[in-house]
């Protein structure tokens, strides 16, 4: 069974936000002052960070977002194209 999109992306941030706010606030207060789970959300920031940008962001939507169909050029129309093509299934 998948699980929806949607609850990837909740799951993904409930994680996310809480590791970048440990990560300003070991910035800004210093790293002694940080609890346990702290430490581990700002060991599992580069992670997170990148299964956003890979998964749910616009920046990393290389293969996993096709574009639109496009119609298809005159040249592989062609009856000159199909013979092609079909020589190269029985080939």
């Given at each position: 069974?998948?699980?929806?999109?949607?609850?990837?992306?909740?799951?993904?941030?409930?994680?996310?936000?809480?590791?970048?706010?440990?990560?300003?606030?070991?910035?800004?207060?210093?790293?002694?002052?940080l609890a346990w789970w702290q430490w581990a959300l700002i060991a599992l920031l580069p992670v997170l960070a990148?299964?956003?940008?890979?998964?749910?962001?616009?920046?990393?939507?290389?293969?996993?977002?096709?574009?639109?169909?496009?119609?298809?050029?005159?040249?592989?129309?062609?009856?000159?194209?199909?013979?092609?093509?079909?020589?190269?299934?029985?080939?």
């Amino acid at each position: 069974m998948s699980v929806p999109r949607p609850l990837r992306l909740f799951l993904l941030l409930l994680l996310l936000f809480p590791a970048v706010s440990a990560c300003v606030t070991a910035w800004e207060v210093g790293y002694a002052a940080l609890a346990w789970w702290q430490w581990a959300l700002i060991a599992l920031l580069p992670v997170l960070a990148w299964l956003w940008l890979r998964h749910f962001s616009a920046l990393g939507c290389s293969g996993a977002c096709p574009p639109p169909h496009t119609p298809a050029r005159a040249s592989d129309r062609s009856p000159r194209h199909a013979a092609r093509k079909s020589s190269r299934r029985t080939g």
